[in-house]
């Protein structure tokens, strides 16, 4: 298991985040400390990694909540929700993608598992939660242009609040828009018009590579400081 590239908690609830499979894509664990259930974003594409987490800290994981549909975030999710029993959370708008994992791995020249079922879709400025909350932990915002239905997840439980960005934004850079259904238009208007109005000081799990901040981003990173200021 690699170290966490961000921990963070309030109460009896952590979030923490870990690199995951060959691309070293990030997943994160929201969990409880008094229930031990657990919610896992983009679970990744590394069975055994992901449940040698799950096993070491006692998990019960009840949700597989995903950014976006690309093997390396949801590839081993199918094997996942079976050992566990936990529901998958999907938008709408990233289902063909999903339903297409075969192609990707062509695509990438990587081994995948068929896609399992969907048994929720994630909507535009909904909240997802444990059962037993609290409430309102994390708000869905739909940020297309990575892949058509990719979304990231805001939360201002925490102090400083977290987002989980998926592929949207990198430390130093910007997801790639050149795959199926990609765009790089709505890509940087989702940054500008839903992200960039976020609180400077949210701190932010990316997709791949090390955990950033807000006003970092609009400062430093290349894509973004020239265009918007
Ligand atoms: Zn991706
Ligand atoms: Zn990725």
């Given at each position: 298991m690699r170290p966490p590239i961000l921990k963070t908690e309030k109460n009896s609830i952590v979030a923490e985040a870990y690199p995951i499979g060959a691309l070293e894509s990030n997943c994160t664990l929201i969990y409880s400390t008094d229930t031990n259930e657990a919610i896992i974003v983009d679970p990744g594409n590394s069975y055994p990694e992901i449940m040698e987490i799950v096993k070491e800290k006692k998990l019960k994981v009840v949700k597989l909540i995903h950014t976006h549909a690309h093997f390396d975030h949801i590839g081993q999710t199918k094997n996942i929700r079976e050992t566990t029993g936990a529901k998958t959370y999907l938008h709408r708008n990233d289902l063909s993608v999903y339903e297409g994992l075969n192609e990707q791995s062509q695509l990438f020249g990587v081994e995948v598992a068929d896609p399992g079922p969907v048994d929720e879709l994630l909507t535009e400025d909904e909240y997802f939660s444990f059962d037993n909350g609290p409430e309102k932990l994390f708000k869905v915002i739909h940020t297309p242009g990575h892949s058509p239905g990719h979304v990231c997840f805001y939360s201002d439980y925490f102090d400083p609040p977290l987002l989980i960005a998926g592929d949207l934004i990198f430390k130093g850079s910007i997801g790639r828009t050149?795959?199926?259904?990609?765009?790089f238009e709505e890509l940087m208007d989702a940054i500008k018009s839903?992200?960039?109005?976020?609180?400077?000081e949210t701190q932010i799990i990316t997709g791949h590579g090390p955990a950033t901040i807000l006003a970092d981003e609009k400062q430093f990173n290349p894509f973004l400081k020239e265009s918007f200021f």
């Open positions: 050149d795959l199926p259904g990609g765009s839903k992200i960039f109005k976020l609180p400077n």
